[in-house]
Protein backbone atom coordinates (compact mmCIF):
# COMPACT_ATOMS: atom_id res chain seq x y z
CA UNK A 1 0.00 0.00 0.00
CA UNK A 2 2.89 2.39 0.71
CA UNK A 3 4.40 1.23 -2.74
CA UNK A 4 1.24 2.36 -4.48
CA UNK A 5 0.63 5.64 -2.54
CA UNK A 6 4.05 6.39 -3.36
CA UNK A 7 3.38 5.97 -6.86
CA UNK A 8 0.18 7.95 -6.91
CA UNK A 9 1.95 11.16 -5.64
CA UNK A 10 4.69 10.31 -8.08
CA UNK A 11 1.90 10.84 -11.21
CA UNK A 12 0.05 13.39 -9.41
CA UNK A 13 3.33 15.66 -8.53
CA UNK A 14 4.83 14.66 -11.86
CA UNK A 15 4.77 17.97 -13.40
CA UNK A 16 5.28 19.94 -10.21
CA UNK A 17 8.80 21.32 -8.36
CA UNK A 18 10.07 20.42 -5.16
CA UNK A 19 10.80 24.19 -4.51
CA UNK A 20 7.66 25.15 -5.07
CA UNK A 21 6.35 22.78 -2.63
CA UNK A 22 8.27 24.15 -0.27
CA UNK A 23 8.11 27.39 -0.43
CA UNK A 24 4.16 27.41 -0.18
CA UNK A 25 4.74 25.02 2.67
CA UNK A 26 6.89 28.04 4.45
CA UNK A 27 4.29 30.64 2.99
CA UNK A 28 1.54 29.85 5.85
CA UNK A 29 1.11 32.57 7.81
CA UNK A 30 1.75 32.54 11.26
CA UNK A 31 -1.49 33.02 12.31
CA UNK A 32 -3.07 29.96 10.34
CA UNK A 33 0.06 27.58 12.12
CA UNK A 34 -0.73 29.02 15.59
CA UNK A 35 -4.62 28.12 14.90
CA UNK A 36 -3.65 25.20 13.56
CA UNK A 37 -2.11 24.05 16.71
CA UNK A 38 -4.75 25.09 18.87
CA UNK A 39 -7.05 22.68 17.65
CA UNK A 40 -4.27 20.04 17.78
CA UNK A 41 -4.32 20.53 21.56
CA UNK A 42 -7.99 20.22 21.85
CA UNK A 43 -8.21 17.55 19.17
CA UNK A 44 -5.75 15.50 21.44
CA UNK A 45 -7.64 16.58 25.07
CA UNK A 46 -10.58 14.86 23.21
CA UNK A 47 -8.92 11.74 22.56
CA UNK A 48 -8.34 11.16 26.11
CA UNK A 49 -11.62 11.10 26.44
CA UNK A 50 -11.89 7.57 25.20
CA UNK A 51 -9.67 6.29 28.17
CA UNK A 52 -11.60 8.35 30.96
CA UNK A 53 -15.48 6.33 29.08
CA UNK A 54 -12.96 2.90 29.32
CA UNK A 55 -12.04 3.46 32.53
CA UNK A 56 -16.08 3.77 33.59
CA UNK A 57 -17.08 0.81 31.31
CA UNK A 58 -14.30 -1.58 33.21
CA UNK A 59 -15.24 0.40 36.91
CA UNK A 60 -11.77 1.02 38.21
CA UNK A 61 -10.74 4.74 39.53
CA UNK A 62 -7.79 6.58 38.66
CA UNK A 63 -7.02 9.67 38.33
CA UNK A 64 -7.66 12.39 35.20
CA UNK A 65 -3.90 12.87 34.74
CA UNK A 66 -2.79 9.58 34.65
CA UNK A 67 -5.24 8.90 32.11
CA UNK A 68 -4.99 11.87 29.80
CA UNK A 69 -1.16 11.27 30.33
CA UNK A 70 -1.61 7.64 28.68
CA UNK A 71 -4.23 8.29 26.84
CA UNK A 72 -1.71 10.82 24.78
CA UNK A 73 1.32 8.87 24.47
CA UNK A 74 -0.24 5.69 23.45
CA UNK A 75 -2.43 7.91 20.38
CA UNK A 76 1.09 9.42 19.78
CA UNK A 77 2.71 6.32 19.06
CA UNK A 78 -0.37 4.19 17.37
CA UNK A 79 -0.90 7.28 15.09
CA UNK A 80 2.73 7.55 14.29
CA UNK A 81 3.72 3.89 14.35
CA UNK A 82 0.68 2.13 12.46
CA UNK A 83 -0.60 -0.95 14.38
CA UNK A 84 -2.51 0.79 16.97
CA UNK A 85 -3.79 -2.62 18.67
CA UNK A 86 -0.28 -3.26 19.11
CA UNK A 87 1.85 -0.16 19.76
CA UNK A 88 -1.02 2.20 21.45
CA UNK A 89 -1.80 -1.24 23.95
CA UNK A 90 1.75 -1.55 24.63
CA UNK A 91 2.08 1.70 26.13
CA UNK A 92 -0.79 1.41 27.79
CA UNK A 93 0.02 -1.73 29.50
CA UNK A 94 3.24 -0.31 30.31
CA UNK A 95 1.99 2.96 31.67
CA UNK A 96 -1.47 1.69 33.81
CA UNK A 97 0.52 -1.61 34.93
CA UNK A 98 2.46 0.40 37.11
CA UNK A 99 -0.26 2.05 38.55
CA UNK A 100 -2.29 -0.72 39.80
CA UNK A 101 -3.93 -2.68 36.69
CA UNK A 102 -3.72 -5.48 35.23
CA UNK A 103 -3.50 -7.30 31.69
CA UNK A 104 -7.63 -7.98 31.31
CA UNK A 105 -8.14 -3.93 32.33
CA UNK A 106 -5.18 -2.95 30.32
CA UNK A 107 -7.14 -5.03 27.22
CA UNK A 108 -10.45 -4.08 27.86
CA UNK A 109 -9.23 -0.40 27.86
CA UNK A 110 -7.59 -1.02 24.59
CA UNK A 111 -10.61 -2.71 22.67
CA UNK A 112 -13.24 -0.13 24.24
CA UNK A 113 -11.24 2.72 22.94
CA UNK A 114 -10.35 0.85 19.24
CA UNK A 115 -14.34 0.14 18.70
CA UNK A 116 -15.14 3.41 20.00
CA UNK A 117 -12.83 5.45 17.40
CA UNK A 118 -14.32 3.58 14.63
CA UNK A 119 -17.52 4.09 15.97
CA UNK A 120 -17.47 8.36 15.97
CA UNK A 121 -15.86 7.66 12.36
CA UNK A 122 -18.64 5.49 10.93
CA UNK A 123 -21.49 8.25 12.73
CA UNK A 124 -19.78 11.03 11.59
CA UNK A 125 -18.65 9.67 8.30
CA UNK A 126 -22.36 7.98 7.76
CA UNK A 127 -24.06 11.99 8.79
CA UNK A 128 -21.27 13.46 5.91
CA UNK A 129 -21.61 11.85 3.60
CA UNK A 130 -25.37 11.41 3.14
CA UNK A 131 -25.12 15.62 3.55
CA UNK A 132 -22.33 17.13 2.26
CA UNK A 133 -21.69 13.86 -0.14
CA UNK A 134 -17.89 13.41 -2.13
CA UNK A 135 -17.52 12.74 -5.92
CA UNK A 136 -15.94 9.78 -6.49
CA UNK A 137 -12.91 9.99 -9.09
CA UNK A 138 -13.78 8.23 -12.15
CA UNK A 139 -10.87 6.41 -12.65
CA UNK A 140 -11.71 3.78 -9.46
CA UNK A 141 -13.90 2.71 -11.78
CA UNK A 142 -16.88 2.21 -8.90
CA UNK A 143 -20.15 1.05 -9.60
CA UNK A 144 -21.05 4.66 -7.78
CA UNK A 145 -19.53 8.23 -7.95
CA UNK A 146 -20.53 9.50 -4.65
CA UNK A 147 -19.84 8.79 -0.99
CA UNK A 148 -23.76 8.39 -0.84
CA UNK A 149 -23.36 4.72 -0.25
CA UNK A 150 -20.85 4.70 2.44
CA UNK A 151 -23.06 6.57 4.46
CA UNK A 152 -26.04 4.53 4.03
CA UNK A 153 -23.36 1.53 5.21
CA UNK A 154 -21.76 3.39 7.71
CA UNK A 155 -25.05 4.72 9.72
CA UNK A 156 -26.58 1.07 9.21
CA UNK A 157 -23.73 -0.47 11.02
CA UNK A 158 -23.72 1.52 14.03
CA UNK A 159 -27.56 1.14 14.38
CA UNK A 160 -26.94 -2.22 14.28
CA UNK A 161 -23.81 -2.00 16.76
CA UNK A 162 -26.34 -0.27 19.48
CA UNK A 163 -29.40 -2.37 18.45
CA UNK A 164 -27.51 -5.26 19.83
CA UNK A 165 -26.00 -3.53 22.92
CA UNK A 166 -29.21 -2.59 23.75
CA UNK A 167 -30.74 -5.80 23.72
CA UNK A 168 -27.78 -7.22 25.07
CA UNK A 169 -28.67 -8.63 28.74
CA UNK A 170 -25.89 -11.09 29.63
CA UNK A 171 -21.84 -10.72 29.02
CA UNK A 172 -20.75 -12.90 26.40
CA UNK A 173 -18.16 -15.91 27.54
CA UNK A 174 -15.51 -17.39 25.29
CA UNK A 175 -13.01 -19.59 26.93
CA UNK A 176 -13.12 -18.86 30.57
CA UNK A 177 -13.35 -14.72 29.70
CA UNK A 178 -16.43 -12.55 29.65
CA UNK A 179 -17.36 -9.79 27.75
CA UNK A 180 -19.98 -7.26 28.64
CA UNK A 181 -21.53 -4.75 26.17
CA UNK A 182 -21.11 -1.20 27.42
CA UNK A 183 -24.10 0.38 28.72
CA UNK A 184 -26.08 2.19 25.75
CA UNK A 185 -25.87 5.64 27.50
CA UNK A 186 -21.78 5.06 27.56
CA UNK A 187 -21.95 3.96 23.64
CA UNK A 188 -23.96 7.22 22.96
CA UNK A 189 -21.27 9.65 24.78
CA UNK A 190 -18.27 7.52 23.32
CA UNK A 191 -19.69 8.48 19.95
CA UNK A 192 -19.88 11.97 20.43
CA UNK A 193 -16.53 12.59 21.98
CA UNK A 194 -15.19 10.49 18.80
CA UNK A 195 -17.28 12.42 16.53
CA UNK A 196 -15.51 15.84 18.06
CA UNK A 197 -12.30 14.08 17.72
CA UNK A 198 -12.43 13.54 13.96
CA UNK A 199 -14.34 16.99 13.34
CA UNK A 200 -11.02 18.52 15.36
CA UNK A 201 -8.49 16.80 13.03
CA UNK A 202 -10.21 17.83 10.12
CA UNK A 203 -10.23 21.50 11.13
CA UNK A 204 -6.54 21.18 11.84
CA UNK A 205 -6.17 20.48 8.41
CA UNK A 206 -8.96 22.75 6.77
CA UNK A 207 -7.02 25.52 8.63
CA UNK A 208 -4.16 24.90 6.80
CA UNK A 209 -5.26 24.62 3.32
CA UNK A 210 -4.60 27.19 0.62
CA UNK A 211 -6.80 29.97 0.32
CA UNK A 212 -7.76 29.43 -3.02
CA UNK A 213 -9.86 26.24 -2.24
CA UNK A 214 -13.14 27.48 -2.17
CA UNK A 215 -14.70 24.28 -0.29
CA UNK A 216 -17.14 24.68 2.99
CA UNK A 217 -15.98 23.00 6.04
CA UNK A 218 -19.03 20.45 5.92
CA UNK A 219 -17.67 19.25 2.56
CA UNK A 220 -14.35 19.40 3.35
CA UNK A 221 -15.04 16.95 6.36
CA UNK A 222 -16.51 14.86 3.74
CA UNK A 223 -13.04 14.22 1.97
CA UNK A 224 -10.50 13.58 5.31
CA UNK A 225 -13.11 11.68 6.49
CA UNK A 226 -13.30 9.40 3.33
CA UNK A 227 -8.96 10.16 2.61
CA UNK A 228 -8.96 8.94 7.17
CA UNK A 229 -10.81 5.33 6.02
CA UNK A 230 -8.35 4.40 3.36
CA UNK A 231 -5.09 4.89 5.40
CA UNK A 232 -6.58 2.96 8.22
CA UNK A 233 -7.46 0.16 5.78
CA UNK A 234 -4.40 0.48 4.42
CA UNK A 235 -2.33 -0.42 7.72
CA UNK A 236 0.30 1.53 6.45
CA UNK A 237 2.01 3.69 9.65
CA UNK A 238 0.47 6.73 10.33
CA UNK A 239 -1.59 6.54 7.08
CA UNK A 240 2.08 7.71 5.33
CA UNK A 241 1.75 8.65 1.76
CA UNK A 242 -1.76 6.83 1.45
CA UNK A 243 -3.61 9.72 3.50
CA UNK A 244 -2.11 12.18 1.39
CA UNK A 245 -2.45 10.56 -2.06
CA UNK A 246 -5.92 10.00 -1.00
CA UNK A 247 -6.41 14.40 -0.44
CA UNK A 248 -4.73 14.58 -3.65
CA UNK A 249 -6.80 12.68 -5.43
CA UNK A 250 -9.75 14.37 -4.60
CA UNK A 251 -8.49 17.81 -4.68
CA UNK A 252 -5.86 18.06 -6.74
CA UNK A 253 -8.02 19.92 -9.56
CA UNK A 254 -9.42 22.23 -7.08
CA UNK A 255 -6.59 24.22 -6.09
CA UNK A 256 -3.00 24.75 -6.96
CA UNK A 257 -1.46 21.43 -6.02
CA UNK A 258 1.91 22.53 -4.64
CA UNK A 259 -0.29 24.62 -1.88
CA UNK A 260 -1.76 21.72 -0.89
CA UNK A 261 0.96 19.17 -0.71
CA UNK A 262 2.63 21.98 1.45
CA UNK A 263 -0.53 22.13 3.47
CA UNK A 264 -0.48 18.42 3.91
CA UNK A 265 3.02 18.24 4.89
CA UNK A 266 2.41 21.29 7.64
CA UNK A 267 -0.59 19.22 8.88
CA UNK A 268 1.82 16.03 9.27
CA UNK A 269 4.07 17.49 11.75
CA UNK A 270 1.96 19.87 13.65
CA UNK A 271 -0.73 16.93 13.90
CA UNK A 272 1.30 13.99 13.82
CA UNK A 273 5.22 14.44 14.22
CA UNK A 274 5.07 17.35 16.70
CA UNK A 275 2.45 15.37 19.26
CA UNK A 276 4.96 12.51 19.01
CA UNK A 277 8.20 13.66 19.92
CA UNK A 278 6.56 15.11 22.71
CA UNK A 279 5.18 11.89 23.61
CA UNK A 280 8.38 10.24 23.75
CA UNK A 281 10.04 12.58 25.97
CA UNK A 282 6.85 12.38 28.78
CA UNK A 283 7.40 8.23 28.42
CA UNK A 284 10.59 9.09 28.89
CA UNK A 285 10.40 11.20 31.78
CA UNK A 286 7.92 8.82 32.85
CA UNK A 287 10.38 6.25 33.12
CA UNK A 288 13.10 7.81 34.68
CA UNK A 289 10.76 8.90 37.59
CA UNK A 290 9.34 5.67 38.41
CA UNK A 291 12.86 4.06 38.17
CA UNK A 292 14.83 6.63 39.66
CA UNK A 293 17.17 3.60 41.77
CA UNK A 294 17.66 1.82 38.79
CA UNK A 295 18.32 4.24 36.51
CA UNK A 296 20.94 5.46 39.10
CA UNK A 297 22.24 1.35 39.17
CA UNK A 298 22.56 1.33 35.30
CA UNK A 299 24.34 5.22 35.09
CA UNK A 300 27.00 3.69 38.11
CA UNK A 301 27.62 0.51 35.86
CA UNK A 302 27.02 2.27 32.46
CA UNK A 303 30.22 0.61 30.91
CA UNK A 304 29.05 -2.65 31.41
CA UNK A 305 25.76 -2.73 29.78
CA UNK A 306 26.82 -0.27 27.17
CA UNK A 307 28.84 -2.72 25.22
CA UNK A 308 26.46 -4.38 23.55
CA UNK A 309 24.12 -1.36 22.81
CA UNK A 310 26.41 1.09 22.01
CA UNK A 311 27.67 -0.67 18.42
CA UNK A 312 24.32 -1.22 17.51
CA UNK A 313 23.08 2.43 18.03
CA UNK A 314 25.96 4.00 16.64
CA UNK A 315 25.75 1.80 13.25
CA UNK A 316 22.39 2.94 13.02
CA UNK A 317 23.60 6.64 13.27
CA UNK A 318 25.90 6.47 10.72
CA UNK A 319 23.28 4.72 8.59
CA UNK A 320 21.27 7.38 9.32
CA UNK A 321 24.09 9.92 8.60
CA UNK A 322 24.69 8.45 5.21
CA UNK A 323 21.15 8.58 4.33
CA UNK A 324 20.66 12.35 4.87
CA UNK A 325 24.05 12.79 2.88
CA UNK A 326 22.51 10.82 -0.47
CA UNK A 327 18.89 12.63 0.51
CA UNK A 328 21.01 15.85 0.53
CA UNK A 329 22.61 15.33 -2.87
CA UNK A 330 19.69 14.28 -4.31
CA UNK A 331 17.82 17.84 -3.95
CA UNK A 332 19.04 21.48 -5.00
CA UNK A 333 20.27 23.60 -2.91
CA UNK A 334 18.52 26.84 -1.27
CA UNK A 335 18.86 29.46 -3.45
CA UNK A 336 19.29 31.92 -0.97
CA UNK A 337 22.30 30.19 0.52
CA UNK A 338 24.06 29.37 -2.77
CA UNK A 339 23.60 33.02 -3.97
CA UNK A 340 25.56 34.14 -0.53
CA UNK A 341 27.52 31.06 -0.30
CA UNK A 342 29.12 31.97 -4.61
CA UNK A 343 30.38 34.97 -3.28
CA UNK A 344 33.18 33.39 -0.85
CA UNK A 345 33.83 30.14 -2.95
CA UNK A 346 34.84 28.86 -6.36
CA UNK A 347 32.74 27.13 -8.25
CA UNK A 348 34.94 24.13 -8.12
CA UNK A 349 35.03 23.85 -4.29
CA UNK A 350 30.61 23.80 -4.50
CA UNK A 351 31.09 21.18 -7.29
CA UNK A 352 33.94 19.16 -5.46
CA UNK A 353 31.95 19.19 -2.22
CA UNK A 354 28.71 17.67 -3.66
CA UNK A 355 30.62 15.09 -5.30
CA UNK A 356 32.88 14.32 -1.98
CA UNK A 357 29.17 14.56 0.10
CA UNK A 358 27.46 11.98 -2.18
CA UNK A 359 30.56 9.52 -1.95
CA UNK A 360 30.43 10.05 1.46
CA UNK A 361 27.12 9.40 2.10
CA UNK A 362 27.37 5.66 0.07
CA UNK A 363 30.36 5.41 1.98
CA UNK A 364 28.56 5.30 5.10
CA UNK A 365 26.04 2.94 4.60
CA UNK A 366 28.58 0.78 3.65
CA UNK A 367 30.77 0.96 6.49
CA UNK A 368 27.94 1.39 9.19
CA UNK A 369 28.04 -2.81 8.62
CA UNK A 370 31.53 -2.76 10.01
CA UNK A 371 30.18 -1.11 12.91
CA UNK A 372 27.83 -3.42 13.88
CA UNK A 373 30.69 -5.83 13.43
CA UNK A 374 32.86 -3.56 15.95
CA UNK A 375 35.95 -3.65 13.93
CA UNK A 376 38.95 -2.03 14.80
CA UNK A 377 39.37 -0.13 11.42
CA UNK A 378 35.50 1.03 11.23
CA UNK A 379 36.19 3.26 13.74
CA UNK A 380 38.90 5.78 12.80
CA UNK A 381 37.45 5.51 9.23
CA UNK A 382 33.98 6.99 10.58
CA UNK A 383 35.72 9.44 12.20
CA UNK A 384 37.13 10.79 8.94
CA UNK A 385 34.08 10.43 6.74
CA UNK A 386 31.95 12.39 9.73
CA UNK A 387 34.35 15.38 9.62
CA UNK A 388 34.33 14.88 5.55
CA UNK A 389 30.71 15.23 5.36
CA UNK A 390 30.32 18.13 7.84
CA UNK A 391 32.30 20.24 5.41
CA UNK A 392 31.00 19.21 2.27
CA UNK A 393 27.42 19.60 3.81
CA UNK A 394 28.63 22.98 4.41
CA UNK A 395 30.62 23.78 1.38
CA UNK A 396 28.25 22.66 -1.34
CA UNK A 397 25.34 24.62 0.01
CA UNK A 398 25.55 25.83 3.45
CA UNK A 399 22.91 22.91 4.67
CA UNK A 400 23.85 23.70 7.97
CA UNK A 401 21.19 21.58 9.26
CA UNK A 402 22.42 18.47 8.28
CA UNK A 403 25.91 19.49 9.51
CA UNK A 404 24.94 19.34 13.02
CA UNK A 405 23.42 16.63 12.49
CA UNK A 406 26.95 14.64 11.52
CA UNK A 407 28.45 16.67 14.11
CA UNK A 408 26.05 15.32 16.88
CA UNK A 409 27.18 11.73 15.37
CA UNK A 410 30.92 12.78 15.34
CA UNK A 411 30.58 14.19 18.91
CA UNK A 412 28.60 10.85 20.34
CA UNK A 413 30.99 8.52 17.90
CA UNK A 414 34.77 9.77 19.70
CA UNK A 415 34.44 8.05 23.20
CA UNK A 416 33.67 4.73 22.06
CA UNK A 417 37.07 3.63 20.58
CA UNK A 418 37.24 0.86 23.17
CA UNK A 419 34.00 -0.95 21.61
CA UNK A 420 35.87 -1.19 18.55
CA UNK A 421 38.70 -3.70 19.35
CA UNK A 422 37.76 -6.86 16.59
CA UNK A 423 40.72 -7.46 14.26
CA UNK A 424 39.01 -7.72 10.56
CA UNK A 425 39.12 -7.04 7.25
CA UNK A 426 36.25 -4.25 6.46
CA UNK A 427 35.87 -5.32 3.13
CA UNK A 428 35.33 -9.12 4.00
CA UNK A 429 32.54 -8.12 5.82
CA UNK A 430 29.20 -10.45 4.46
CA UNK A 431 25.94 -8.16 4.10
CA UNK A 432 22.65 -9.91 5.34
CA UNK A 433 19.82 -9.82 3.64
CA UNK A 434 18.18 -7.13 5.91
CA UNK A 435 21.47 -4.86 5.32
CA UNK A 436 21.07 -5.19 1.89
CA UNK A 437 17.36 -4.55 0.96
CA UNK A 438 17.57 -1.23 3.85
CA UNK A 439 21.16 -0.22 1.85
CA UNK A 440 19.40 -0.62 -1.74
CA UNK A 441 16.20 1.42 -0.58
CA UNK A 442 18.25 3.97 0.68
CA UNK A 443 19.94 4.18 -2.53
CA UNK A 444 15.94 3.77 -5.03
CA UNK A 445 14.62 6.37 -2.87
CA UNK A 446 17.75 9.08 -3.38
CA UNK A 447 17.24 8.36 -6.96
CA UNK A 448 13.78 8.56 -7.04
CA UNK A 449 14.07 11.91 -4.99
CA UNK A 450 16.85 13.05 -7.61
CA UNK A 451 14.79 12.64 -10.67
CA UNK A 452 11.49 13.99 -9.23
CA UNK A 453 13.11 17.03 -8.04
CA UNK A 454 14.57 17.43 -10.87
CA UNK A 455 12.48 16.46 -13.24
CA UNK A 456 11.66 19.78 -14.93
CA UNK A 457 15.36 19.72 -16.32
CA UNK A 458 15.97 18.33 -20.00
CA UNK A 459 18.68 15.51 -19.78
CA UNK A 460 20.77 15.77 -22.80
CA UNK A 461 24.63 14.80 -23.11
CA UNK A 462 25.97 18.02 -22.49
CA UNK A 463 24.14 18.22 -19.21
CA UNK A 464 27.11 15.75 -17.79
CA UNK A 465 29.94 18.50 -18.64
CA UNK A 466 27.60 21.50 -17.18
CA UNK A 467 29.06 23.37 -14.14
CA UNK A 468 28.00 26.30 -12.77
CA UNK A 469 26.50 27.43 -9.45
CA UNK A 470 22.83 26.51 -9.87
CA UNK A 471 23.27 23.30 -11.92
CA UNK A 472 22.13 21.22 -9.20
CA UNK A 473 20.58 18.57 -11.93
CA UNK A 474 24.07 18.09 -13.47
CA UNK A 475 25.85 17.66 -9.74
CA UNK A 476 23.07 15.23 -8.85
CA UNK A 477 24.04 13.16 -12.40
CA UNK A 478 27.92 13.15 -11.24
CA UNK A 479 27.05 12.48 -8.05
CA UNK A 480 24.85 9.34 -8.88
CA UNK A 481 27.86 7.86 -11.26
CA UNK A 482 30.17 8.33 -8.51
CA UNK A 483 27.61 6.42 -6.10
CA UNK A 484 27.67 3.64 -8.81
CA UNK A 485 31.09 3.20 -9.04
CA UNK A 486 32.19 3.38 -5.56
CA UNK A 487 29.48 0.52 -5.20
CA UNK A 488 30.78 -1.67 -7.82
CA UNK A 489 34.33 -1.13 -6.58
CA UNK A 490 33.36 -2.36 -3.11
CA UNK A 491 31.12 -5.54 -4.86
CA UNK A 492 34.35 -6.43 -6.92
CA UNK A 493 36.26 -6.18 -4.20
CA UNK A 494 34.06 -8.67 -2.46
CA UNK A 495 33.80 -10.96 -5.42
CA UNK A 496 37.62 -10.86 -5.77
CA UNK A 497 38.73 -12.07 -2.41
CA UNK A 498 40.08 -15.66 -1.73
CA UNK A 499 37.65 -17.88 -1.44
CA UNK A 500 37.39 -19.96 2.31
CA UNK A 501 38.70 -23.46 2.46
CA UNK A 502 35.88 -25.75 3.25
CA UNK A 503 35.95 -27.49 6.46
CA UNK A 504 38.27 -30.50 7.31
CA UNK A 505 38.26 -32.76 10.28
CA UNK A 506 40.66 -32.65 12.84
CA UNK A 507 43.73 -33.53 12.34
CA UNK A 508 45.71 -35.76 15.66
CA UNK A 509 47.80 -32.49 16.77
CA UNK A 510 44.39 -31.11 17.01
CA UNK A 511 42.74 -33.61 19.14
CA UNK A 512 46.03 -33.42 21.21
CA UNK A 513 45.40 -29.91 21.47
CA UNK A 514 41.85 -30.17 22.06
CA UNK A 515 42.59 -32.72 24.90
CA UNK A 516 44.61 -30.69 26.76
CA UNK A 517 42.47 -28.24 26.87
CA UNK A 518 39.73 -30.03 28.07
CA UNK A 519 42.01 -31.32 31.24
CA UNK A 520 42.05 -27.61 32.32
CA UNK A 521 38.59 -26.99 32.44
CA UNK A 522 36.29 -27.70 34.98
CA UNK A 523 33.11 -28.44 33.30
CA UNK A 524 33.11 -32.10 31.84
CA UNK A 525 31.12 -31.30 28.84
CA UNK A 526 34.43 -30.20 26.60
CA UNK A 527 35.02 -33.97 26.72
CA UNK A 528 32.30 -34.29 23.65
CA UNK A 529 35.44 -32.94 21.70
CA UNK A 530 37.53 -36.17 21.69
CA UNK A 531 34.90 -37.95 19.93
CA UNK A 532 36.68 -37.56 17.06
CA UNK A 533 33.51 -36.47 14.75
CA UNK A 534 33.64 -32.73 15.21
CA UNK A 535 35.31 -29.64 13.81
CA UNK A 536 37.51 -27.55 15.83
CA UNK A 537 38.42 -23.77 15.61
CA UNK A 538 41.33 -22.93 17.97
CA UNK A 539 42.03 -19.43 18.32
CA UNK A 540 45.42 -17.68 18.06
CA UNK A 541 47.35 -19.02 20.91
CA UNK A 542 45.44 -22.36 20.51
CA UNK A 543 44.63 -22.30 24.38
CA UNK A 544 40.46 -22.50 23.79
CA UNK A 545 38.37 -23.56 21.11
CA UNK A 546 34.66 -24.05 19.51
CA UNK A 547 33.51 -27.81 18.54
CA UNK A 548 31.28 -27.76 16.12
CA UNK A 549 29.12 -29.75 13.03
CA UNK A 550 27.86 -28.67 9.69
CA UNK A 551 24.44 -29.69 8.21
CA UNK A 552 23.76 -27.50 4.86
CA UNK A 553 23.47 -24.65 5.72
CA UNK A 554 23.75 -24.78 9.84
CA UNK A 555 27.18 -24.83 11.44
CA UNK A 556 26.01 -25.73 14.70
CA UNK A 557 28.50 -25.50 17.58
CA UNK A 558 28.04 -27.49 20.61
CA UNK A 559 27.95 -25.47 23.71
CA UNK A 560 29.96 -22.49 23.84
CA UNK A 561 33.92 -21.83 23.74
CA UNK A 562 35.82 -24.11 25.54
CA UNK A 563 39.14 -22.41 27.80
CA UNK A 564 40.18 -19.60 29.43
CA UNK A 565 36.87 -16.78 30.38
CA UNK A 566 38.90 -14.09 28.84
CA UNK A 567 39.46 -15.33 25.31
CA UNK A 568 35.72 -16.59 25.32
CA UNK A 569 34.22 -13.68 23.56
CA UNK A 570 36.61 -13.12 20.65
CA UNK A 571 37.01 -17.02 19.89
CA UNK A 572 33.04 -16.26 19.35
CA UNK A 573 33.73 -13.69 16.99
CA UNK A 574 36.14 -15.60 15.29
CA UNK A 575 33.65 -18.28 14.68
CA UNK A 576 30.82 -16.14 13.37
CA UNK A 577 33.57 -14.66 10.79
CA UNK A 578 34.45 -18.28 9.35
CA UNK A 579 30.70 -18.60 9.08
CA UNK A 580 30.04 -15.61 7.50
CA UNK A 581 32.56 -16.11 4.40
CA UNK A 582 30.85 -19.65 3.93
CA UNK A 583 27.69 -18.10 3.83
CA UNK A 584 26.24 -20.24 6.41
CA UNK A 585 23.98 -19.84 9.37
CA UNK A 586 25.92 -19.97 12.87
CA UNK A 587 24.10 -21.77 15.84
CA UNK A 588 25.73 -22.47 19.31
CA UNK A 589 23.26 -25.55 21.09
CA UNK A 590 23.18 -26.01 24.72
CA UNK A 591 25.14 -22.68 25.58
CA UNK A 592 25.47 -21.90 29.45
CA UNK A 593 23.31 -19.18 30.84
CA UNK A 594 26.14 -17.26 32.00
CA UNK A 595 27.48 -17.53 28.59
CA UNK A 596 23.90 -15.34 27.35
CA UNK A 597 25.05 -11.93 27.44
CA UNK A 598 28.45 -12.95 25.32
CA UNK A 599 26.48 -14.59 22.50
CA UNK A 600 23.77 -11.37 22.51
CA UNK A 601 26.33 -9.09 22.37
CA UNK A 602 27.74 -10.78 19.21
CA UNK A 603 24.22 -10.34 17.27
CA UNK A 604 22.99 -13.82 18.10
CA UNK A 605 19.02 -14.40 19.46
CA UNK A 606 18.87 -16.41 22.47
CA UNK A 607 15.85 -19.43 22.11
CA UNK A 608 15.07 -22.11 24.68
CA UNK A 609 14.42 -25.57 23.99
CA UNK A 610 14.36 -27.38 26.65
CA UNK A 611 16.12 -27.98 30.32
CA UNK A 612 18.70 -29.33 31.72
CA UNK A 613 18.64 -31.82 35.04
CA UNK A 614 21.49 -33.21 37.30
CA UNK A 615 21.05 -36.25 39.00
CA UNK A 616 22.67 -38.34 41.80
CA UNK A 617 24.19 -41.59 40.12
CA UNK A 618 24.39 -43.32 43.16
CA UNK A 619 20.60 -43.35 43.48
CA UNK A 620 19.79 -43.13 39.73
CA UNK A 621 18.04 -45.97 38.59
CA UNK A 622 16.15 -46.00 35.16
CA UNK A 623 12.51 -46.24 36.88
CA UNK A 624 12.97 -42.52 37.68
CA UNK A 625 12.69 -42.37 34.13
CA UNK A 626 10.02 -44.60 33.25
CA UNK A 627 8.01 -42.43 36.27
CA UNK A 628 8.82 -39.31 34.62
CA UNK A 629 7.26 -40.83 30.66
CA UNK A 630 4.18 -42.05 32.70
CA UNK A 631 3.51 -38.32 34.25
Same mark, same amino acid.
Given at each position: ?21 ? *? ?22 ? =? ?72 ? @? ?8 ? @? ?68 ? *? ?36 ? %? ?10 ? =? ?9 ? %? ?52 ? #? ?12 ? !???? @? ?23 ? #? ?83 ? #?? !??? #? ?89 ? %? ?68 ? %? ?21
Amino acid at each position: MFSLALTALHHLLREHHLRDIL *ASARAIPGARLGWAALLTLLGYVA =LTGYDALAFVYIRRPLAYPKIALTSFVSYAFSMNLGFAPVTGSAVRYRLYSGWGLGAVDVAKVAAFCGLTIWLG @LLTLGGVVFL @LEPSALPAALRLPFLSTHVFGGVFLAIVAAYLAVVTRMRRPLRFRGWEIAAPPTGLSLTGILVSSADWAL *AAAVLYTLLPTTLHLSYPAFLSIFLLAQVVALASHVAG %GLGVFESAILLL =LHDQTDTPALV %GALLVFRVVYYLAPFGLAVLLLGSSEILRRRAAFARVASFFSGWATPVVPPALA #LAVFVGGAILLFSG !STPT @LHGRLVWLRDFLPLPVVEFSHFVGS #LVGAALLILARGIQRRLDVAYPLTIVLLVVGIVASLLKGLDYEEAIALAVMLVAFIPCRRHFHRKAALIGQRFTLRWAVATLIVL #LC !SAW #LGFFSHKHIDYADDLWWHFSYAGDASRFLRASVGIAGLLVIAAGARLIRAAAPPPRRPAAEELASASAIVARQPLTTGNFALLGDKLFLFN %GSRSAFIMYGVHGRSWVALGGPVGPAHVRAELVWDYLELVDRHGGWPVFYEVRPSELPMFVEAGLTPAKL %GESARVALETFSPRIIHRLRER
